[in-house]
């Protein structure tokens, strides 16, 4: 290990950046799940250097090595020094992919995950080029929550979160794509899955990391307005579960003393003017989303945890579409998850993200000719 | 053979019928494609009693004995006495099912499936009751067009047409319901993939098989006024493939010198008045299957051969929902073919078929709580 | 239809023969599942004449077109005319595979099935030359038994054995290979299920079809000795399953007055004086296959119900080896149907098959270079 | 954190210890991989306490929480303390399996991972109790190399070696098993896969881990007689692929100028003289494991990179019946990887392993009835 070299990340270009960042990138925060960094290198041996800080929601990380999942774990409050690889041949060129697997954090103002540097004995190369870059915008299902741990397991932690077992990646292996996520469990486009009206993603989404909040977060970059530089050639939306949920979940009573619930007629159908709400929001996300990614299709995609909003979601679509004249707008449902399919929490097990990544790629294959 | 007796199919009403049929039970006539008899009974052996003709379209028929598929064999012009069983233990309680496999026929006016009766050496006991009664309307998909025959295969023959390999069977033993079909390739909702307005199912609808023309079809009923008795819990409707293909064709003339096409704007997106056509065309036909079916629930299934009309057709379910008040119409996707689950004649394949079919019973289950 | 032209069998080369055959090509007798006739043609039609009869156990046949699946039925007795496609493309090539589903017939006299010729508006080209010649000699399992019907079917007819869902057919598939199937239900290769020391294989291998008796068959050349003209590369084995099951069964008496039984020790072990009597059948099988066989690769495969006489067959087998110096003799297991893959009347289901199909196609694959 | 306790391995009798072990129990060597601890306990919190070393084979381990796989890491010499949950409901009751990756290292006579101790805030319950308990004794394949890594990764490193994905622990999940494994990469019953005779498992198999030699291990118990505690219902062997590569390997001299080298006959076959040594070196290793495991049931399983030795090792086991008149013995095939199934190195793959445990486990079930 004499002859390890540190290059810290803002002191190579061939260090690939995954997910959103602002200006800090030394130290550089990993944000959301999938967050990470990439190389191409020869050499023995690497290392990835890091610094950590949580309260009650331990940040976890994981890494692939020339595509294959090698290693997950849990990372505590500290300095690390993470050994990725060792003892392999040295002439021959490896890629590494180093990530986080914890989505952004809300509610625990310490977490956070620093990666400082790498240390080699070989030599950086050129990062992987790929054919498409996608950015994926959800909640729980997009956070991999459930994706491990047993069917009864049903304590809200972060060890059952992922981005190694998760549809968005395993579309974008199989699709040899570079991938952003922005996501959060329990937010909607209008409203949380308790009708907390202030868990609505479109409110976090121009800055690069909203929903990391506090001081330190805001020191980190999280609370700049994100550039939008990453120019994805589609956005997917997989968003609705939770506003959906809101319909069966008693009022909130948010900070400022107002109660929000969103309610059922009594046949069940959505009360209209609760569902507009959702509506608005749907259009006005649209419209935000157009904004800043002026190029990329936009795919609004839905159904692994219940087809209820279909009809609200495309309703909003089209009305989108007909008022903007932007018909690069589209939608479709993901398989819902079953009994055969389920994971931990009641949410979508690694068999039900195989088949919406199943559903994904083809359709972004037949999108894009590819 | 000494012992079998004759039960004509309106003899007793322990024979259950399968698909649409008009005032004619004696001989009856099977129309569409998963129209048949089923019995269940004791006895060793088990016939039934057939007339059909052809010109160029050979009906074929399948059968399945308790529930496990049997035999599928052509039917060539003539009186046919298939034995569906023989030497079965008499004291046992066996359930046969006979039925068509091939698509009601619009272009072969001899074409008839005439079931006479059985014979057996049993008794005839009371058929199943199922939980469920599902009505399947379609196109070449729900016409099994491709399901059997290999990739290879592109002539338009009857023999690659099935009910026995089918979504809408499999759905059916998945969940315990009768179903019927009503279904033929290259229609749509408002024109044929050719631009043949003539061809759109609605047209056809109201009639017992308004597919069958010519004298001999409109003596055996098919013209008749159907008397929707069937009563299905659901109605899945699953068009809009062929009005998709319209938009790529050339224009199709009708008799009456009319010229007929559906136009692409230069970007690719419909040109809208076009679309509306469609959309006109769904909303019409969603009131003519509420006006029929008052209580059943209403879901159109869609992207087996691409997603494309997803924003049209659910833009027209949504303004239905609106203008008529009514909430029970659903939509939802279901998965695309891909290379991997093709058939014959670039149409879904088998595993193509048991894909939507998970998809379809999941959201059956979840709709009727079973 | 009026200008099909009749071929008998014995008029063209170009009829491609698929089982074992006497002397008798015209009408062409079909004595085991798998046997049949295969064309390679142009034009728009063909038919098969066929002459059958039966008693208790009607043959069932089943056919391919282009190597799919196309149709399965019963034959009583009488002539028939069978039109296996009709309105092809009259230019296209098809290869059109038509074959027995149902075993060799030891307990029905009167069965037979006899092709007589086939009809066709085409030219008949060369039939398909395939990659390798595989011989297999079994039981039931390669009778196909309980290949269709429900896991409840449990009465033994015809209609649940095939060869068109059978390891052979698949194997056959996957490799590009002819197959020749010799096998009896019930029989072993020491004595069949119940003791009886009559129902060994090897006793009718020599002969064409030395399972079916009587005059009938006599005449149509199941009697004579077989020329070993197919040739096999590989001569795959699968017995023993039911000379495992004459240990937990009574004794059987044969006609001449003698009592057979083979015994357990009290530990459940195999009482090693009859265990010898299966290896020493074991062993003069082998000398009679490789004095018929002289260059084939023999395997035998075992294991599909149950694995207890590997050790019994393997001694066997290097018995042989060692005394005769032949290594060209193998063993494997093939996997043991378990309650996921079973099918009726407690034998391997489809899945079962699929299964051996794949561990076989792999070791022939790797034998053979392929 | 506060709270946390201490406890050490040999303070509770409620900490199970997976893998052989002997006197020293505190600090807990794990020789092996699947080695580990598991406890089933209360609290919010779990923590493993673990000191390591290594020169060039890093030891990897992972951890499963009720089941189901949840993080796997490398381990760099030092002290370590790893947290395996936190801030779950402390009332609900877990269960942890906390275990060694990778294979008992003979090349790094530095390569340690000694457990001290866990801490936790709750209680421990009773470890689980389990139907079966069963010993797997292999090489490579038993270590599980190529489970991780791509199909293109070849450098013989540790991160490609794992229990957790291995048809060892795959079949003790299924079948609920507590297991043993005795495996070393590149070993056979007779000689390594370079004909280096040192290298059979018979030579080591009677010491705790007689893999691991030195001072150091030493000290920790590794080379003591084993006592054979564990008491398996079945040990399972997994050997004889090494034996066969040696016919195709130049000769290798050991220490002793002795030079040793198997061979091959002109036809490919092995020269009888050099399987004879294999075949002796079976029978002996089945008299040693029969001595030390009088009443557990025996099963060599073989084939899973191919079949060649399987006459050979039947033959020895025939052998070893009939001189011994021990029955117990049986042998079956696992199915041989493929192209489909490869894992990383040229070794089976996760798919391999599953095939593997499947045929293993109806193996077993029906073996014990369960």
Redesign the interface.
Known sequence: MTDLREIRINESDKIKIHGRTGRQLQPLPLFFNGSGIEVTLTGSELWVELETDSD???P?VAYE??????????L?PGVHEL?L?????PS?VKTVMFYRELQAVSEDNRCKVLVKGIKLDGELLDPPKRRLRLEFIGDSITSGEGT???I??T?W???YMSASVNYATMAARALDADIQLISQGGWGVYCGWDNDVRHNIPSVYENVCGLADGPMNAEMGAQEPYDFSFGPDAVIVNLCTNDNSAFDQPAFTTPDGVSHKQHRNP?G?FVKEDERKVETAIIDFLKMLRRHNPDSHIVWVY?ML??EM??TI??A??EY?EESGD?NV????L??T?PDTLG?HMHPGPKSHEKAA??LV??LR?RFGI
């Open positions: 009650n929601l331990e976890w090595i020339n595509g294959a999942f090698m290693g997950r774990q849990m505590l050994c690889f060792r003892n392999l041949e021959e491990y741990g047993r009864e397991d304590v932690v972060s060890m046949d159908s159904g219940g087809y279909t009809m495309t309703r679509i089209n579409r018909k589209a939608f479709i449902n398989p819902n079953t931990a199943e559903v083809d359709y037949n």
